[in-house]
């Protein structure tokens, strides 16, 4: 006697596409949502798509807002009232990459031309003009190479985070620094050097408007423990503060 068919092996698919109607219900209530909120809400998720790791409000160093009292603690130990979790976090995550990526040049491998400074209000980058590893040819604002390569590095990790910090750029000299002809003094000097650092970052992508200020300091502020005689103090600083929305 021959045996009858059974549909058993046929019930499964319409679970299969009441599922998948499931998941587009899901997804345009999230879009409708989404559209719905304030312009705040959406820059919060925003911020947690680009760096998924940081908290997504900036309450707090989690996904639940923290109270008042801890915050507190967390702004006097961190100065999280200047700079949030999420921009120390972008700035660690800038001053990381920099640092990998100098290391995969054989010409940073002897002697680190950045040092990075996290400050209350962002970060401070100085690039160092080193006579072993200049950054300008001798007594100019032209680039070498390397410091062609250097700053275009900076500009790539700027470029990433456009949306949350401005820029300000510094040139500086040791006392008693050499310049060209074409240069009437350090004061010329270190401003041309910021500014040609302006030109460059805005070549590979830095947004202009970004840029806040480029100015030159000549032999006024030497770095600290250091004589200012020592060309160490020759550099361009590159600060990255928080807009000051964002605080």
Known sequence: MAKKKGHGHHGGAWKVAYADFVTAMMALFLVLWLVSQDQKIKEAVERSFRNPFASITKESTGIIPAPKE????????????SASAIELNMLRKIADDLTAMLSTNPESAEQNPLDL?????????????????????????????????????????ISRFTNNFIVELEGHTEKGCTYSDGVRD????????????RRKLVEHDVIPSQIRKVAGYADTQPMPNLEPTSVSNRRVSVLLKVKPGNR
């Open 70 to 81: 801890t915050m507190t603690v967390l702004a006097r130990n961190g100065n999280f009232d």
């Open 117 to 157: 400074e996290i400050t209350p209000e962002g970060m401070r980058i100085s690039v160092f003009d080193r006579n072993n590893k200049p950054i300008f040819e001798p007594a100019s604002a032209e680039f070498t190479p390397y410091g062609t390569w250097i700053f275009t590095t900076l500009a790539w990790q």
């Open 186 to 197: 350090p004061w010329d000097l270190s401003a041309d050097r910021a500014n040609a650092s």
